[in-house]
């Protein structure tokens, strides 16, 4: 009977070692289930964090880009232009202050005014007048003469080629310049008989009246001026100096 029961309990013993085996298996399938999820969500924490640097990186980059070049190129532009509108606005003929400019704007504006006999003339008489400024108006200036030539070259002709001439026509003249009245007075008073160039007072008035003025201080030079003066000291040395200040000046009334 003792053998039997032996026999007996070893099949229950094999049994049991059997279902311990089994339980540790599941124990670590389950083990390994849990894992799985773990490094599931690992990756997920990673992609998440990835996206959201770069997402950053690039409103960083993006933002400081736009604004700045455009604001810098707008303001110089509209001062330029500005600048060179107002600079042609306020200059005659281009800006050129010069007697070529005169004369070559004189000689095709102003045909039906015989003041100079060819280009050479005109540019040896602008020669002796002070330049002045583009923006004059009046004045004994070439600017003055420059903008009325100007003017003249597109309306009023009749009305502006006179001031644009040697004389000014009383506006391209200075304040208290030498006067063909004063100059004729004294020339025929000094400078009679065979001294005398002129047919009569009208004569000398006539032709003088296409000089240049110049100033009293004038003791040469193609001007009234100079005129005046030997005219005026011919009371004492006729001979000297009425062919001085006669109509061809005599190599000293004349350009210098």
Known sequence: MRKAAWIFTLPLALGLVACGDSGNMTTEAASEATQGPTTGTATDETTTTTTTE???????????????????????????????TTTEDTTTNGGELTCEAYCGTYMEACTDFAEYDNMQACLDQCGQWPA????????????????????????????????????????????????????????????????NSYNDEADCLDQCS???????????????????????????????????????????????
């Not at 997402?55 to 060179?84: D, I, Q």
């Not at 004389?167 to 025929?188: E, F, K």
Request: proline share 7%.
């Open 54 to 84: 770069t997402t950053e990186g690039t409103t960083e980059t993006t933002s400081p880009t736009t604004t700045s070049p455009t604001t810098t190129t707008t303001s110089p532009t509209t001062t330029t232009t500005t600048e060179a």
């Open 210 to 256: 296409h000089w240049y003025p110049g100033t009293a201080a004038d003791v040469d030079g193609d001007t009234v001026g100079c005129r005046l003066y030997h005219a005026g000291v011919a009371l004492t040395d006729a001979e000297t100096h009425c062919p001085h200040a006669g109509p061809g000046g005599a190599g000293v009334c004349v350009v210098q």
């Open 132 to 195: 002045g400024t583009p923006a004059d108006v009046d004045g004994d200036t070439l600017g003055c003469r420059l903008y009325h030539v100007t003017v003249a070259s597109t309306v009023d002709a009749d009305v502006h080629c006179p001031h644009a001439s040697p004389n000014g026509s009383g506006v391209c003249v200075a304040a208290g310049a030498p006067t063909c009245a004063d100059y004729c007075t004294d020339y025929l008073a000094n400078c009679t008989d065979d001294l």
